[in-house]
């Protein structure tokens, strides 16, 4: 008969402990939602800084590692640099789970910024431009505010989906 007690006793005390981890995880879970909500893409996107990325744009997947996180501007640098408009940007894989709440020091610069420098160092770019603007090869001729002088023709830096160049412009 004490067997079956003591069974009983310690049925009724694993149910209990199994309920209070229960407990305890959506608590935890619950802590992680609230403090999820609160987290930004270019926080993310911070935390991947130096890290390996995927970065899916249009219908192609440009990979390398990430080495600048600017004003609507992400620069991927692999077999070549490629600067991103981040609004280009469809989906993003990394191993890193970071978060970086922080801004870079140089963080307010942006497309208009890289296409000074590397007009500067009369880099020959690639520009990829939104919809079906097609491919522009060339060096920059004009590097206004708020677009970019190439080849004979004038685009917008909205119109911008990436910039490829053999250099990073913020190394």
Do not use: C, K, W
Request: net charge negative; glycine share 8%; aromatic share 4%.
């Amino acid at each position: 008969m004490d067997d079956r007690i003591d069974a009983l006793l310690a049925d009724v005390e694993a149910m209990h402990a199994s309920r209070e981890i229960h407990a305890r995880r959506g608590e935890f879970g619950d802590e992680l939602a609230v403090h999820a909500a609160q987290r930004t893409l270019l926080e993310r996107m911070r935390g991947t800084l130096g890290q390996p990325v995927q970065v899916v744009v249009a219908d192609r997947e440009i990979s390398g590692t990430a080495v600048f996180l600017g004003d609507g501007i992400f620069v991927i640098a692999g077999v070549e640099t490629v600067v991103v408009a981040i609004d280009s940007i469809r989906e993003i894989r990394t191993r890193s789970r970071r978060h970086r709440y922080e801004p870079g020091a140089l963080e307010r610069l942006g497309m208009a910024s890289a296409l000074r420098r590397l007009a500067a160092d009369h880099e020959e770019i690639s520009l990829e431009l939104a919809g079906d603007g097609g491919t522009i090869r060339g060096r920059s001729d004009m590097v206004a505010a708020d677009y970019v002088e190439i080849s004979g023709r004038i685009i917008p830096h909205r119109a911008i989906v990436l910039v490829r160049a053999r250099t990073n412009p913020f190394a």
